[in-house]
């Protein structure tokens, strides 16, 4: 079956402009959930999404940052007036909300802003 | 909280040489334990986890991991690697009661010839 797709691929963007990443979930996957891999590190987990609610939003950097999502579908992360410092991947994963507990994640978002 | 650390943030190493990618972690409650690999330009791929039961995981690829509870670690061996092992390898931990994934700072393998 289908995994877990991310889009854009690529983004470049001028700083102080907004964008929106989007990911598709593994049909099914009840969760969602977001990262952030600046070069050369790991990943920073963002938010997570329980259905179309998200109780732990812990990770977000800041208020330019804010995420929804459709259902048990969909998610759109967005970035408001966006800053150098926000150039990096960005990497959705879904799962099942049960053992094995499982995240699958997709390709990933490269932003860059310049 | 949680955290993790990847000790070696390079290994460089020999085809058909064995390669051990050490992870430590720390946790006040019980874990879910994970090991990740990410290819050039690629996402995550799961290679192995550790939930409960037998201490020794083995995963694709060849990879295995032994869980330590009183190290309080999760290293990752495999016997032989191949050039197409060259890749970033991740450890992450999850409470047992949580959902998020908390990632080590990852290890850079480069296998060579």
Redesign the interface.
């Known amino acids: 079956g289908a995994g877990?797709s991310q889009s854009p691929s690529n983004k470049v963007t001028e700083k102080g402009k907004d964008v929106e990443l989007r990911c598709d979930p593994i049909s099914g996957h009840t969760?969602l959930?977001w990262?952030r891999q600046r070069l050369g590190?790991?990943?920073?987990?963002l938010i997570?999404f329980?259905g179309n609610s998200a109780?732990?939003k812990s990770?977000l950097p800041s208020d330019r940052f804010s995420a929804e999502r459709t259902g048990e579908s969909v998610s759109t992360l967005t970035i408001q007036r966006t800053q150098q410092e926000d150039s990096a991947v960005y990497?959705c994963?879904s799962s099942l909300s049960m053992?094995?507990?499982?995240?699958?994640?997709?390709?990933?978002t490269r932003l860059t802003v310049t | 909280a949680q955290s993790v650390t990847q000790l070696d943030s390079q290994v460089p190493v020999f085809e058909e040489a064995p390669v051990e990618l050490r992870c430590n972690y720390s946790s006040s409650v019980s874990v879910y334990l994970f090991w990740y690999v990410q290819y050039p330009n690629q996402g995550l791929q799961l290679l192995l986890k550790y939930l409960s039961g037998s201490t020794l995981v083995k995963g694709i690829n060849g990879f295995e991991a032994e869980f330590n509870k009183s190290q309080t670690s999760f290293h990752l061996r495999k016997p032989s690697v191949h050039i197409s092992d060259t890749a970033e390898y991740f450890c992450a931990v999850k409470e047992a009661a949580g959902n998020k994934l908390t990632f080590g700072g990852g290890t850079r393998v480069l296998v060579k010839p």
């Open positions: 877990v969760a959930y990262y590190q790991g990943l920073e987990f997570y329980q109780p732990d990770g990497l994963a053992p094995p507990y499982e995240q699958y994640f997709g390709p990933g």
